[in-house]
């Protein structure tokens, strides 16, 4: 019987595991088998406090796995394959686990970027292709970039990184864009933006020096061509990782859990969220990490509660 079992690894987990092992709960925290989350995919962050010339997602993520374990947290290899939260204690199955058994739980798996699917995008991961405007959009000053997506993040990307690009291109499959009327008529009016709609992406193609572009196909004419970028965001969505939950925890219409106005508390008693999982606006590191304070607070209150409730049955 554990008192608190963390589901992911992401700035989320690890902050909120940080916080309860600090508090003698002694946490163990069920990694992934990718273990620390989309930063791990990043190559330097620069917008953590703290690192003034930069840190690597990877470095970041094992420093901070690190700290958890000095305070006593374990970590423990599986994927989760299902929870039972109709009553305490919880119940999770672990693939490679088995059954494990908890007082609280803390959700933190985070939501997956979508990607195109084409050839060259996941060896470029890092390398010219991106998730995160706000991430990585700084290291594309003076550059040409490719935004793929139709809908509201993709304007809202595509705007953003006018701010560093020498020239954004929109590129959507279709001819028609997603996203609202206001969204649209802003990216229209930025001077910095091209389009290129009723594109399908076929391939990323790189060379010896790096990004050289993004092949697409013309839908009308059937035509390739090569449009030249040196860094392409994919900006077609994200889903939230909460399919082993069975539908047993309140989420929005997208799948993100929806938690109560200023905590981390879900529907369920005991169980808390964290990190991208429950943010489909902010998805940055320093959100998650805040939020993963939160949950932890949280959940070391519940507890508290319960233990102080059960010995006064008890007496």
């Known amino acids: 019987m554990h008192k608190t079992i963390i589901i992911g690894t992401g700035p989320a987990g690890l902050t909120a ?35 003034p010339e930069g840190i690597l997602g990877s470095e970041l993520m094992s420093n901070m796995r690190k700290q958890a374990q000095r305070f006593g947290a374990t970590f423990k290899t599986g994927s989760v394959k299902s929870v039972d939260l109709s009553k305490r204690p919880y119940t999770l199955e672990v693939e490679g686990l088995g059954e494990l058994q908890a007082e609280s739980i803390i959700i933190s798996t985070g939501a997956s970027a979508k990607y ?56 959507h499959r279709r001819d028609e864009l997603r996203a609202s009327k206001i969204m649209q008529d802003r990216a229209q009016a930025n001077e910095k933006i091209s389009w290129s709609l009723n594109r399908t992406p076929l391939e990323i193609v790189a060379g010896d020096k790096g990004l ?65 999982v429950q943010d489909h606006t902010y998805r940055q590191a320093i959100t998650a990490a805040g939020s993963g304070c939160m949950a932890a607070l949280d959940c ?8 102080h409730k059960n010995a006064s049955i008890t007496v």
């Open 300 to 307: 070391e209150r519940f507890l508290e509660a319960e233990a």
């Open 116 to 171: 195109m699917g084409v050839p060259g995008e996941q060896d470029n991961i890092g390398r010219g292709v991106s998730t995160c405007a706000t991430c990585d959009g700084f290291f594309f000053r003076g550059k040409k970039i490719i935004v793929v997506g139709g809908g509201d993040s993709a304007m809202e990307e595509a705007g953003f990184l006018t701010r560093f690009a020498s020239e954004v291109r929109l590129v």
């Open 17 to 51: 595991a940080i916080y309860l092992a600090r508090a003698n709960m002694e946490p163990l925290v069920i990694e992934g088998w990718q273990p620390g989350g989309q930063l791990t995919t990043t190559t330097e962050v620069e917008n953590f406090p703290g690192f």
């Open 212 to 276: 050289q572009g993004l092949r697409v196909r013309n839908n009308e004419t059937g035509e390739e061509e090569l449009l030249a970028a040196d860094g392409v965001f994919v900006a077609i969505g994200h889903t939230p990782n909460t399919g082993f939950l069975g539908g047993q925890i309140d989420t929005d219409e997208q799948g993100y859990i929806l938690v109560k106005p200023g905590t981390s508390e879900t529907n369920i008693p005991g169980v808390y969220a964290c990190g991208d």
